[in-house]
């Protein structure tokens, strides 16, 4: 059994900065992608960042240039720095794994809140 385990998240005001973190752990063949998606209230989850085993990375438009994923394929870990923070990027933001074959997991998600 995988879980994904997450970290950060709060509140912050506009234009600052937060970063959030996310482990798998547990007996792990095989991760095809690692990311972050969030869900707005109201609204679809949608992705927002990921990275794949083979190297590349897929940002949304409305995040591009503010924030970065990173990730370690030994320690299997992601990272999700978030830059220019504004009111809209408010929302649960989940750590996801694809485990090709074998599925994918879902972290329990951690709440991003940009205020005035």
């Known amino acids: 059994q995988v879980q994904l385990v997450e970290s950060g998240g709060g509140l912050v005001q506009p234009g600052g900065s937060l970063t959030l973190s996310c482990t798998a752990s547990g007996t792990i063949f095989y991760i095809f992608s690692m990311g972050w998606y969030r869900q707005a209230p109201g609204k679809q989850r949608e992705l927002v960042a990921r990275?794949?085993?083979?190297?590349?990375?897929d940002y949304a438009d409305s995040v591009k240039g503010r924030f970065t994923i990173s990730g370690d394929n030994v320690k299997d870990t992601v990272s999700l720095q978030m830059g220019s923070l504004k009111p809209e990027d408010t929302a649960v933001y989940y750590c996801h794994a694809d485990f090709g074959r074998m599925g994918e997991e879902w972290g329990q998600g951690t709440q991003v809140t940009v205020y005035s």
């Open positions: 990275f794949t085993k083979g190297g590349t990375t």
